[in-house]
């Protein structure tokens, strides 16, 4: 029987390889995207949702039941990275984006991942606190604020059910945000990421980790 997996955040980049990834090894593929991906359209036989990590009324009435979720939306944040530059706004934006919105999302829906199944965040070694060489400051904060809250998750809601939470670093990727200078492409990361994803059924727990596998100072 064939297993189920909604990635929120499929229109391009990681988020696209993923849906493409797991379809190529046999799941049931929900993609998500906020606005129409030309290139999201263009795969077969997957099932595509338009959801806002940022707006609950898109992702609130979701009631189909999954084997593992991943959770892939983010932003960098206002250019000047900078805690002295940023506005309140300019805050709200990143933190609601990468941190808040998500694990939102993830509360509403976890009730329809299977019990035993997979809870994944996309994260950043950047979100790492023990790792840090400063700068970057709204991303970086932005990171490790997720890392906290879907420890949180893991600890009082997913753990107990036997889901295992993961917050994954992808490694550099050549995306539109790692830029042409990216160590690794998008496939080799999506095939990573999915080994750990796969490998992480029914181990309940909280784990912050590469595409690698390997485990990450939080």
């Known amino acids: 029987m064939s297993k189920t997996i909604l990635i929120v955040g499929a229109s391009r980049g990681i988020g696209l390889g993923l849906a ?3 379809k190529s090894r046999g799941w049931d593929v929900i993609a998500t995207e906020r606005s129409t991906s030309d290139e999201l359209h263009k795969l077969d036989d997957v099932r595509i949702e338009t959801m806002d990590v940022t707006k609950p009324e898109t992702f609130e009435g979701f009631d189909t039941k999954v084997d ?3 959770v892939n939306a983010g932003i960098t944040g206002a250019k000047h990275q900078s805690a002295v530059e940023a506005t309140a706004d300019e805050v709200a934006e990143v933190m609601m984006t ?8 993830a509360k509403t829906v976890l009730p329809h991942i299977a019990d035993g199944g997979t809870l994944a965040f996309m994260t950043s070694l950047m979100g790492s606190i023990e790792d840090s060489s400063g700068g970057f400051e709204l991303y970086r904060t932005s990171k490790a604020a997720l890392n906290m809250l879907a420890k949180g998750v893991s600890e009082q809601d997913a753990g107990p059910r036997g889901i295992a939470t993961l917050a994954l670093h992808p490694g550099w990727v050549q995306t539109d945000m790692g830029g042409p200078n990216a160590k ?4 080799e990361s999506v095939k990573g990421l999915a080994d750990v994803v796969e490998g992480a059924a029914g181990k309940s ?6 595409y690698t ?6």
């Open 184 to 187: 690794i492409t998008v496939d």
């Open 205 to 210: 727990g909280f784990r912050y980790v590469d």
């Open 98 to 105: 990468n941190a808040f919105g998500p694990v939102h999302l």
């Open 213 to 218: 596998g390997k485990d990450l100072p939080y």
């Open 68 to 70: 593992a979720v991943i």
């Open 20 to 22: 493409k990834e797991f």
